[in-house]
Structures are given as C-alpha cells and as structure tokens.
C-alpha cells in the first residue's frame, strides 16, 4: 500500500551572476534582478525596487574593487519573495561605508538588508524583498 503524498511546489535552484567587479557591468545585475522579479509576477514597482536595490549594494561592494576582481550575485528564490546575495571575490575585506542616503534608499526598497566584510569571505551584501500588495 503506498501513501500518496500532496505535491509540493519544488524549490527552484539559485540564479548566480558572475562579472567583473567593474561599474559598467553593474548594468547585467540590474536587468538579472528586473528580469527575475518579473518571472515571478512581481509589479513594476518591485520590479524597480530590486534593480535599485542590486544597483546600490553593488555598486557599494566594487566601489575600490582591485583590478581581476569577480562580483558574484546569488539570488534565492522562495514562496514568500526574493533573497538576494552579494560577494566580491579578490577584493578589499573592509567593510563600505552606507552612505546616508543610500541607507534610507535601501530601507525604502527592500525588506531588510546588511552588508558585511572580513579578512576570511571579503565584502558582502544580503537583501531580501517580498512582493507587494499592489495592484496593476
């Protein structure tokens, strides 16, 4: 006798880019952001909100990065929203300063988010973002 299980819905595995840590690749994360968020139905103002959000925490990894260093963005898909990670590999391991403003920015557009730095993983970013309540 065996025991139908119901159907989970399966996790979908994570979406990683690679690329230089050079500002004028930051644009391929924020359409990798946009374009994610949009598979998954998001309104436009989410849609928005993950670019910007990838845009400035990026952009705040790389901001002295050395030349040959990799920004690596991880994003995890789960039922409830989007987490975003962020790595710069051959880097500085000192933690970036938040500018004022773009600490409020990211507290507008996102659920929360840190960015941390040491000796042993570098610099690195977390965000995470659920969907909205807006209607389209």
Avoid: N
Wanted: glycine letters at 8%; a negative charge; aromatic letters at 6%.
């Amino acid at each position: 006798m065996s025991i139908a299980r119901a159907s989970e819905p399966e996790q979908p595995p994570p979406i990683r880019l690679t690329v230089p840590a050079e500002f004028r690749y930051l644009r391929l994360a924020r359409v990798t952001a946009g374009a994610i968020a949009a598979d998954l139905d998001y309104g436009m103002q989410d849609i928005d909100d993950m670019r910007v959000a990838v845009d400035e925490l990026a952009a705040l990894l790389i901001e002295d990065a050395s030349a040959g260093a990799e920004l690596e963005i991880c994003f995890d898909v789960g039922p409830d929203g989007i987490a975003a990670t962020g790595h710069l590999r051959g880097g500085p391991s000192t933690k970036p300063a938040v500018h004022p403003v773009a600490a409020e920015l990211l507290a507008l557009v996102v659920d929360r988010y840190d960015v941390t730095a040491d000796a042993t993983h570098g610099r690195r970013f977390r965000f995470w973002k659920q969907r909205g309540d807006e209607l389209e």
